[in-house]
Every structure is written in C-alpha cells, then in structure tokens.
C-alpha cells in the first residue's frame, strides 16, 4: 500500500492523497466520507443543519467537500445555495458528476480551491456559513485556513467544524502513547489531528465568539472505518493497546458583528 506523500505543502499533500484514495473511500464509506458517521448518515447531516444553524437562503461553503455526498443532502434539505471546494481533481469530477445527476447545477458550486486560499478564491465577506466538516485535519496550518476564512465570512456568519482533537494526558506514559497512535493517524490519511487549544486561540485572535464547543449528540458507528483500515491494511494500534487518544467535537464561531463606532 502506497503511503501519502508528506513532502508536499499546504493543500499539495492532500490533493495527492484524495487523488489516489477517493475510490477506496467510495467503496467503504459512499459518498459520505465521514470516519465519525451514524448508522444512517442522513441523521449524521441533518443533526449538523440543526447543530450549525443552516437555513435558506443562507450561502455555504463546504470547504474539503469530498464528492459532494454532504452538500447535495444540504442543498436538497434545506434549499441554500453551496459552494464546495476540495484540492482533488478527481473528487470535482466526481462531484460535478454527481450534482448534475441531481439536478443541482443552480444551487450547488462546485471548483478545484485550496482552503487556504479562500481570500483568493470568493469574494470578501460571501459566505453567511462555513462548514470543516472533518477536513480542517488536513491543513499543515489550520490557523492560515480560519484566518482565510474569517475573510470570506460575512459579519454575523458562523464557522462550523467537525473533527477530531487529540487528548493530553500528564501522565508521561500515557501522552507518549497518545503521541504515537496519533503519528499513525496521520501518517496513514495525510492528517494531522488537531489540537484544541490552539485552534481556540486563532478563534479568539480573529475576534469571533464561540456558541458552543461538544461532544457531538450520539454514538459514532464504527464498523465503516473498521472495514475501510482492515481493507487497506491500515494498522494504528499494531502491538500496542487500543485506548482513547483522540475525542470527536463539534464547534461552532460566530463572527461578532463589528460596532461603527
């Protein structure tokens, strides 16, 4: 099995990865390509409509959308208007493919951007929403990305992310394990799990307030991403035990409408 290349930088290293794996995903996980999904994932995408406060005639970014699994859902559920975005070329193919199956040509938008490039892509202040919806891990600089975001964020829009956030431990033991099951995560899906601490900082840096920081609302169904790491050989746990090292969140910033004064 061919191992993502990690020499790229920014989006590069993704793009490469999706590239080559999106069939794979496709074979596992649908078009829905969520570690943390429900046994229905239609549930999983309505409870983050709910969660990020998405509603017509709101515009959205989906920012790493995959194949546009999520943002069809959206679009037909709650009839906004998305622009996605993903750094694969093979993931656009497929998605515009799939938005023109559904009829979607008018409500969803779909391009080849890297997120960390949004001030370059869209045009200030666009978005009344931002989704990250397990795509944020991607980025070697997740500051650059919400900084890029918050500029291309209305004033009054919101930031909803999904991810997952590695835990620490005072326990020297336990953080080295921690750290090692981690460096396989990344090393396996071109990730880099996120830190919470930081990413609050960048948050309050930019100004916005945050509505709310949790657990997400039910258990995650684990057999999909079982399945997709027995098949690819994927083996984060090889000889060591299998404890908790990351948590799933969901996050929510709003963007603090500036006084004119």
């Known amino acids: 099995m061919t191992k993502p290349d990690n020499s790229g930088g920014l989006g590069q290293e993704a793009a490469r990865y999706y590239d080559e794996w999106t069939q794979r995903y496709l074979d596992t996980y649908g078009d829905i390509i969520q570690a943390f999904r429900t046994r229905k994932p239609a549930d999983l995408l309505r409870s983050i409509v709910r969660a990020s406060g998405m509603a017509y005639p709101m515009r959205v970014l989906d920012a790493g959308c995959g194949v546009c699994g999520p943002a069809v859902f959206f679009a037909q559920q709650t009839k906004v208007r998305v622009d996605a975005i993903t750094v694969s070329e093979m993931q656009v193919e497929i998605a515009l493919a799939r938005v023109r199956k559904e009829g979607l040509e008018d409500q969803i938008a779909v391009k080849t951007g890297d997120f960390h490039h ?39 829009g919101s930031v909803y992310i999904k991810d997952f956030f590695f835990k620490h431990s005072d326990r020297p033991e336990y953080e080295s394990y921690i750290q090692k099951v981690v460096s396989r995560v990344n090393e396996n899906y071109a990730y880099r799990v996120l830190d919470l601490e930081p990413l609050i900082q960048q948050a309050r840096t930019l100004g916005w307030e945050i509505a709310f920081i949790r657990p997400l609302p039910f258990d995650t169904e684990i057999h999909t991403r079982v399945q997709f790491e027995y098949i690819n050989g994927i083996k984060l746990y090889d000889g060591i035990p299998e404890l908790p090292y990351a948590e799933w969140l969901e996050l929510k910033f709003e963007k603090v409408v500036k006084p004119i004064f």
């Open 118 to 156: 949004l001030s370059t892509l869209y045009p200030a202040g666009y978005f009344d929403l931002i989704l990250f919806l397990e795509s944020l891990g991607h980025s070697p600089v997740p500051s650059t990305v919400l900084k890029e975001a918050d500029s291309v964020l209305r004033q009054g």
